[in-house]
């Protein structure tokens, strides 16, 4: 067949672009510093979107009913994340890979088999599935930037003890903006362009200093003030925070890495998501930007569930004096919906079916604590609860969320401080929210500003009469 010279122009031209990506496949693979793999492909996502935006930038992506204005704009297409992508009826995919994927794919720790969230958070902020060189170049780049400055840890162990843990983790990450170089760069003057490098600094140490002030925390609340002890260079983020929290068993080790992994991002319209990206929008530095979005993960309705499922369970075990008997559960259950309560750990705004994030803490259980009373529980819960939700006839979706099973995994390796679990839902959330930071800045995302209106605006806009 002959081939014209237009198409073995295109021909040419399509094995030229194969091959500098697999050429820059290759060498991003063997590239060990995040930094320098972003700086490579900063340029070509930014101008990936400029001749997208150039073709496609008054094409519609959807409609806004009233509903939706009133309904927590739910489904209005308004926002740009990179890192996630959350289907409604499959559950999260972490820069195209499921949670399955990445359990299978992602570097493991020292004898484990969960994923690291060292590696997690490279494929977030690249796109591309780490090395085992790769993620342990992060563990130690983490590792050397975790000390806090002094005013931080005088600041946390002067906060009173009836102080909410996550009231003190957003207090010592405001606190921590005394560190910030991108709000020195900026007020130096810095260009535009370079924003993007001051948010990543910013963002690697603010992710190697959390557990830091999460485990002061812990010990200040829990442990007499005892001291956290020294960062192990050799080891990764979640050992060396399992043993400043006191935790020795290696298996509490494995479970944070997944933990860890799992909760770090569910796409962009969630609260504390939202809140980093539009506090990151007016140039609030990432400590700034990340601590407003940790207040937003304080509520009930969010990140503090996995407390409330736990408060759940505890109240249900002393009402029904520890008989879990289907019909007595039951009942219990429909005298919380009686009550004006929500079921802590079920429901979700976007998700649709049971919550992968819930399947594979299940499956942990399932395999290191298959006779944990509580674990059962769960389980019996996850059988009980949908039906009655779905009777109520306005629950959209019954099923269970990542808190209905987070708190009895860490109970059972003695962690029953339950007051304490948003603030490790906060460790790992900074994962996705500053991985998607650092692209809202490489990406130049202007100030975010979406229209309001009055009910008598929209009356008027519909043609609507009093
Ligand atoms: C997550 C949540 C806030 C989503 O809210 P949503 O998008 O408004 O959910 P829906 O559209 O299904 O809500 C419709 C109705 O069902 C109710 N509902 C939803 N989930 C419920 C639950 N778990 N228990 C009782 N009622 C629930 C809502 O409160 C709402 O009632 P209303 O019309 O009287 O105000 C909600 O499911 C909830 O409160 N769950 C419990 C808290 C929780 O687990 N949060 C963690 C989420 S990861």
């Known amino acids: 067949m002959a081939v014209t010279s237009q198409t073995s122009k295109i021909l040419t031209s399509k094995l030229t672009q194969q091959f500098v990506n697999l050429l820059s496949r290759t060498l991003s693979s063997e590239v060990t510093n995040l930094k320098d793999v972003l700086a490579d492909k900063i340029p070509r996502e930014q101008e990936k979107v400029k001749q997208f935006r150039k073709d496609f930038g008054q094409a519609k992506i959807g409609d806004v009913t009233v509903d939706m204005a009133y309904g927590g704009m739910r489904g209005i297409k308004g926002l740009v994340t990179e890192t996630s ?32 969230p060292e590696g997690l958070f490279w494929l977030l902020v690249t796109g591309d599935v780490p090395t085992d060189a790769q ?32 009231s003190q983790f957003s207090a010592a990450i405001t606190a921590l903006n005394s560190e910030s170089k991108f709000a020195k760069a900026y007020s130096d003057g810095v260009h535009k362009t370079k924003y993007w490098e001051y948010v990543y600094e910013d963002s690697l140490d603010l992710i190697a200093k959390l557990p830091t002030v999460a485990a002061t925390i812990y010990r200040n609340l829990y442990r007499d003030g005892s001291s956290i002890g020294t960062i192990d260079a050799q080891k990764d983020w979640s050992a060396n925070f399992a043993s400043m929290l006191g935790y020795s068993d290696p298996q509490f080790t494995e479970l944070l890495r997944l933990y860890l992994t799992i909760h770090s991002d569910h796409e962009g319209g969630n609260v504390s998501a939202h809140t980093v990206h539009l506090v990151g929008s007016a140039l609030s530095d990432p400590y700034l930007s990340f601590a407003a979005g940790m207040n937003g993960l304080a509520g009930p309705l969010h990140g503090l569930a996995n407390q409330e499922v736990l408060v759940f369970l505890n109240k249900m075990k002393i009402a029904l004096n520890e008989d879990f008997s289907r019909t007595k559960v039951e009942e219990f259950v429909k005298k919380t919906l009686a009550s004006g309560q929500v079921v802590p750990g079920y429901g979700h705004a976007v998700l649709r079916k049971t919550d992968p994030r819930y399947t594979c803490q299940r499956e942990f259980a399932l395999k290191h604590l298959p006779d944990d009373k509580m674990f059962k529980l769960v389980a019996e819960l996850y059988e009980i609860v949908p039906p009655i939700l779905l009777e109520t006839g306005k629950v959209k979706n019954p099923w269970p969320n990542v808190d209905a099973h987070s708190g009895v995994l860490l109970q059972h390796y003695g962690m029953m401080e339950m007051n304490y679990y948003t603030v490790l839902f906060g460790v790992s959330r900074a994962l996705g929210t500053l991985a998607s930071l650092i692209w809202d800045r490489a990406l130049g995302l202007p100030l975010e500003r979406p229209k309001s209106m009055s009910t008598d605006g929209l009356m008027k806009a519909v043609g609507a009469k009093h």
């Open 85 to 116: 992508v959350l289907d409604p009826e499959e559950g999260i995919r972490f820069r195209g890979l499921s949670i399955p994927e990445c359990q299978e794919k992602l570097p493991k720790g020292k004898g484990g088999a969960e994923p690291l």
């Open 135 to 166: 993620v342990a170049a992060i563990s130690k780049e983490w590792a050397n930037r975790a000390d806090l400055p002094s005013h931080v840890v005088t600041m946390l162990n002067n906060f009173p003890a009836n102080l909410h843990p996550m």
